[in-house]
């Protein structure tokens, strides 16, 4: 995969140097460019930004000097998908992750200030290109960087070779399964004077998944329960659903419904 980001911050992408992103692009496997939007500006003082129409506060980055930049990386490439992270965008979940990890080339506009003149978003959309405003979650950072190296790292452990065992990608949080990680231990088997829940010691196989499974499901529904609200009927077994039952949460005609004072929380 080719990824170019475009910033008026370059030296802000140097953690992708480090890591598994690193390493993906030692071996090839990732060819990751960051450029410095102001190579393409064209007055003295190479400026990005101007005052906004309409009025308000602060300034907004110019139409033009993005669509410089952006037709230069984008470098003909007709695939090239445009990723621009705002706080007005869609929120990046693991399933734009992985969509986004089967593309050939993304290319990311990180914006400061107020943001980039709508019309650049606008314009690629026109000529047929695929744009994705997404945003990292709902809060405001002080531009597009941050949320930048989150979608590369999120999209970059997700390509073929990147991760060593491609095993832990299918058992994490916010994989198909819908729920919330079951808590993990190692040794020191007492550390502090507490110590392993003895399942984890017994040795029986069904067992241990039952209590994860357990546990996974207590977490979700105190930390998450809009994903308890969004779990397929289908993918659930009668433990499921005492388990959830005992949450609070009851199951009848293939919805899932949390019944208020059921339980105290
Ligand atoms: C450009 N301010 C780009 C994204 N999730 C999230 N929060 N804040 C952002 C973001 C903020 C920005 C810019 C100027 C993204």
């Known amino acids: 995969m080719r990824i170019d980001v475009v910033t008026v911050f370059p030296d802000y992408l140097a953690a992708l140097d480090l890591s598994l992103i690193g390493k993906a692009r030692q071996s090839g496997l990732l060819d990751l460019r ?14 990005v930004d101007d005052t906004p129409f309409g009025g308000g506060a602060g300034m907004v980055m110019r139409p033009d ?8 990386v984008l470098d003909g490439d007709p695939d ?27 290319v990311v506009a990180c914006g400061r200030y107020e943001g980039i003149d709508a019309r650049v978003a606008d314009h690629y959309r026109a000529a047929g290109r695929r744009v994705s405003e997404l945003s990292i979650g709902d809060y405001v950072l002080n531009g597009g960087e941050v949320a930048a190296l989150v979608m590369i790292e999120a999209v970059g452990r997700l390509l073929p070779g990147v ?15 819908g729920l919330l990680e079951y808590p993990v231990f190692t040794k020191p088997p007492v550390w502090d004077g507490h110590e392993i829940p003895d399942v984890l010691l017994s040795g029986h196989h069904a067992k241990i998944a ?30 499921d659903v005492a388990k959830l039952a005992e949450l609070g949460w009851h199951v009848t005609d293939g919805t899932i419904l949390r019944i208020p004072g059921a339980v105290a929380d």
């Not at 000097?65 to 230069?72: I, K, M, P, Q, T």
């Open 34 to 47: 960051v450029h410095d939007l102001r190579d393409w500006t064209t007055d003295r003082h190479r400026t």
């Open 65 to 72: 000097v993005w669509g410089s930049a952006l037709d230069a």
């Open 80 to 106: 090239g998908h445009l990723v621009i992270p705002t706080p007005s965008g869609e929120v990046f979940t693991q399933r734009h992750a992985e969509s986004l990890a089967t593309e050939g080339h993304l």
């Open 163 to 177: 991760v060593g065992n491609p095993e832990s990608l299918v058992e994490e949080s916010h994989g198909a399964a």
């Open 210 to 239: 039952r209590w994860r499974r357990d546990r996974a499901l207590e977490r979700t529904a105190a930390r998450r329960p809009d994903m308890i609200a969004a779990l397929d009927v289908e993918d659930l077994d009668k433990h």
